[in-house]
């Protein structure tokens, strides 16, 4: 209490407020109002009547009805968390790796770096939004699948290899399976992480040139300046690309989950029950990305 | 290129560098050549079976064809323009602003309720699109804000990403430098606007990027039905809409829409790399 009666604190407390409202007066009417409404939806039914909408309360059996009733449900549900769990380590280290690279200075990098954003582009709008049953898009698509198949194709050989080497080194069989599948994926992983590795990027170019500087003159190799200076100026820019690229993979339009929830609300008409579904999915992810969330943020460095 | 002290490179890891770059490059740029190849390609190379990556006989057809339908819109084309280049900016700018304001505050101050906030913030951050869609749509028509502008760009201020990215740029400003402009008079503002802001630049030069490409690419869906208030891309979606015959347009169209969030890429890039040789923390 007496530190709240301190002027400067007041002073600052008040400048916090000021500066923060225009934010929170946004987040409450485009985000929290939104979010208490769908709480209520899941809860009833809605109707669509003639001078807008009614709600018939039906208590938790849009509930019921995900958890023991819906066919794919659960099994969607559990798909979800496990593309998640296996997509996740190989994005942030690859999309780590990638800024590394891009940051060093050579010739022609800012046209490197473009090359590395379009997928982000391309992916994610104006292309798929403009016209999806366009003809010119479905070419493309089917361009790009027709190339990431020939990938996989390839993929697949170097990947009987590796298994046969990895096999006769006796690892754990998942771990095997895993570093397969990753290196079979590469070009979905590739077309993911253009956001994370701008992130990254920027991270990296907001280190200081001074403590670069300093570890130099102090002698340290390039290894040890990786370790002692980069890493941890940019520990929490790792934070932030874990948390956007598990909230990425899991909303992610083509989500099987989000494909459910939107099919159950705009095909079937059916808003309550897909609000339902967009709950229990939310409050999974919630537990996910905290789990995950506390585990790096114990980590992560922070200038003081 | 003397802004940072080369460490311990040798020929060989330089070569290295380039060749996992061009692989992993070459994937990525794969769908961009071919969106460009197939805009300069006449239509019965457009039909062709099998598909043909490259162009043969590049023409401007399709671009000639695009302005024509442009010119004879109902509504005149410079109008759709205007107003995805005016919820563009005014979206960007302001959310930039906005989440910056928010992200130094809950970084550098201390006052109750700001851990909470915080937490509500990352909340939103993982509530996808579509849950909310009707429930923004109730609210947008009770404000009165339906069929305008600003149902598109207000709701844009707020982006959750925004503020979490720069929070987490901002933690990397240290305090003494703030202290210090404090000590020497600076009022709040001035600390945020002249120290603040410009050490982070990098970090809100990207959250540009990231909050034009989002923009840029609205189509107004169902907040905007008056004709004269629709985006661009709205526009161009119903020049392509026609169809088989509209395939050239399509491509060309595709390509302009394209064109401006690389330009607009480039140019922050490239402002990026100019800060860091001017400017620099010194402890």
New interface residues.
Partial sequence: MKRALDPSVRRRAIWGYAFISPFIVGITVFFAIPFVQSIIFSVNELQVTQDGYELIPIGLANYHRAFFIHPQYNRVLLDSVLQMLTELPLIVIFSFLAASLLNQSFRGRTVARAIFFVPVILTSGVLLQLQTQDLLMNALLSAQAGMSADAAREGIMIGRDLAMLLDASRLDPRFVNYVISAVTDINQTVNRTGVQILIFLAGLQSISPSLYEAATIDGATGWEVFWKVTFPMISPLVLVNVIYSVVDIFVRYDNPMMILVRDVAFAQNNYGLSAAFSWVYFLAVLIILGIIASAFSRRVFYQT | ?A???R???SAGG?AA??T??IL??A??????V??IS?AFKPLDE?FMFP?Q?FVRNPTLDNFKDLFLLMANSWVPFSRYVFNTLFITVAGTVGHVI??S??A???EK????G?VI?FQ?????????????????Y??MAR?GWLDTYWALI??A??F??G???MK??M?????SLLESARIDGAS?FTV?WRIAMP?????W??LV??SF??L??M?GGVYIYSEQLKPL?FA??QI??G??AR?GV??A??LM??VV??VL??IA??S??Q??ASS????
Avoid: C
């Avoid at chain 2, 050490?199 to 970090?203: D, F, M």
């Avoid at chain 2, 620099?280 to 402890?283: A, P, R, S, V």
């Fill in positions: 290129m802004r940072r002290r460490l311990n490179r330089d560098n380039l996992i770059l992993m490059g994937f990525m740029a794969l769908p961009m071919f969106a197939n457009i598909p990556f906005v989440a304001m928010a130094y505050v809950l101050h201390r006052f109750p700001r906030f509500i913030v990352i909340l939103a951050l993982m509530f996808a699109p579509e849950v909310t869609a009707i429930p923004n109730i609210t404000i207000v709701p201020l707020a959750p990403l503020l979490f990215l987490q740029f933690a990397t400003i240290p305090d709040e945020f050490s982070v630049k990098p970090g030069l990207t990027i990231f490409q989002v840029w690419r189509t891309p161009l979606g392509i809409a169809g088989v395939a399509g491509a169209v595709i829409m394209m969030p690389i890429f480039i890039q490239s990026i790399i800060t860091m620099g923390i010194k402890e």
